[in-house]
C-alpha cells in the first residue's frame, strides 16, 4: 500500500489520518492476510529474515520500518519500508576465474 502525497505531507505534519481512514487501512491489511493465506507465525519468520538480509547490506531504523502485506486491485503485495539509516562498508566476493 503506497502512501498518497496527502498522508505524506500528514506524517510529516504529525497528523493523525481519519478515523475512517485507519478503519480501511486496516481493512485492507485483513483482507490481505485472508488472500495471502500465510498463517501469522510464517509471516513472521518471512519478517524476520527480511530484515536480517538487508541489514547485511545497510543499516536499518528498526523502530520505524515495517514489512507487511498490502492489498490494491485483488492482488497482494509483499511491502517492505525500512528506512537506511547508512550503506554497511560489504566486500564483494572476487568473480570467478574465466567468468
Same mark, same amino acid.
Given at each position: ?27 485492507? /491489511?485483513? %483482507? ?5 493465506? @500465510?498463517?501469522? !507465525? ?8 527480511? +530484515? ?7 543499516? /536499518?531504523? %528498526? ?5 507487511? @502485506?498490502?492489498? !490494491? ?8 519500508? +525500512? ?17
Amino acid at each position: 500500500m503506497s502512501l498518497t502525497l496527502r498522508d505524506a505531507i500528514n506524517r510529516l505534519l504529525g497528523r493523525q489520518p481519519a478515523s475512517a481512514s485507519t478503519a480501511k487501512q486496516r481493512l485492507q /491489511l485483513v %483482507l490481505a492476510h485472508d488472500r495471502s493465506d @500465510l498463517n501469522p !507465525e510464517l509471516l513472521q519468520q518471512m519478517r524476520r529474515e527480511i +530484515l536480517e538480509v538487508v541489514s547485511r547490506y545497510v543499516e /536499518l531504523d %528498526l523502530d520505524e520500518g515495517d514489512v507487511s @502485506l498490502a492489498t !490494491e486491485d485483488r492482488v497482494t503485495a509483499l511491502v517492505a519500508n +525500512l528506512p537506511i539509516k547508512r550503506a554497511r562498508d560489504v566486500v564483494l566476493p572476487a568473480p570467478a576465474a574465466g567468468a
